[in-house]
């Protein structure tokens, strides 16, 4: 069974553009979370997404955004980047949203630098 | 203010040796979930606990969930080299009618050979 797919792994970006990360869960998967890793604030939940649907959204301003297929597959955008956006963006996926059925499978992340 | 607090945050030890990790909360979870985090790689789930007081082994991984479901810890027996690496704990609690998973910041764990 194939895991959680992040792409692109790296990527160099300068202040104001935008970037779109893509994340394909594991097959069965119906729930899409994302994350950004920093080392000062540890991993920071910015939304999960559930049968194309936003279910859940963390505390990062409206320059983050996503969207779900209707394959599970994920995307998500950060527009105007800024220097502290530089960090890993880890994709997780599970195959529901309470319980057993919430136990994340990560991705090996997108590490994104901003300069 | 982090809503699960671990603990310590730092961690080198020799080979050998044991250790105990917390994850502490002042909130009650309907579960909670212990990762492994290797460097350049994205966490791995080890378990998940749910009832208050459980306790889970895996091989020298010992899981306990506290009794009001508000902490956790992780004994580690003998660590290895190969334990290295960042563990984070999650808790799983309802809000806003919803359920979500707060992670703990980690523990960053380094066993010397």
């Known amino acids: 069974k194939a895991g959680v797919t992040q792409t692109p792994r790296y990527l160099i970006k300068t202040r104001g553009q935008q970037v779109t990360l893509s994340c394909s869960p594991i097959?069965?998967?119906?729930?899409v979370s994302w994350y950004q890793q920093t080392p000062g604030q540890g991993l920071q939940f910015l939304f999960e997404y559930f049968s194309e649907t936003q279910r859940n959204k963390g505390n990062f301003p409206g320059r983050f955004s996503g969207r779900q297929f209707s394959n599970s597959r994920s995307e998500m955008n950060v527009s105007t980047l800024e220097l502290g956006d530089s960090a890993l963006y880890l994709c997780?996926?599970?195959?529901?949203?309470?319980?057993?059925?919430?136990?994340?499978?990560f991705g090996p992340g997108t590490r994104l630098t901003v300069t | 203010t982090q809503l699960l607090e671990q603990s310590p945050q730092f961690l080198s030890i020799q080979e050998g040796e044991n250790l105990t990790v917390y994850c502490n909360s002042s909130s009650v979870f309907s579960s909670l979930q212990w990762y492994r985090q290797e460097p350049g790689e994205g966490p791995v789930l080890l378990v998940t606990v749910v009832t208050g007081g459980e306790v889970k082994k895996l091989k020298r991984l010992t899981f306990q969930f506290g009794d009001a479901r508000k902490d956790s810890s992780l004994h580690i027996t003998a660590a290895q080299p190969g334990d290295t690496g960042l563990y984070l704990c999650?808790?799983?609690?309802?809000?806003?009618?919803?359920?979500?998973?707060?992670f703990g910041k980690g523990m960053k764990l380094t066993v010397n050979p």
């Open positions: 097959s069965g998967h119906r729930s």
């Open positions: 999650a808790g799983e609690r309802s809000q806003g009618g919803s359920e979500k998973l707060v």
């Open positions: 997780a996926s599970s195959r529901g949203l309470a319980g057993y059925l919430r136990e994340q499978y």
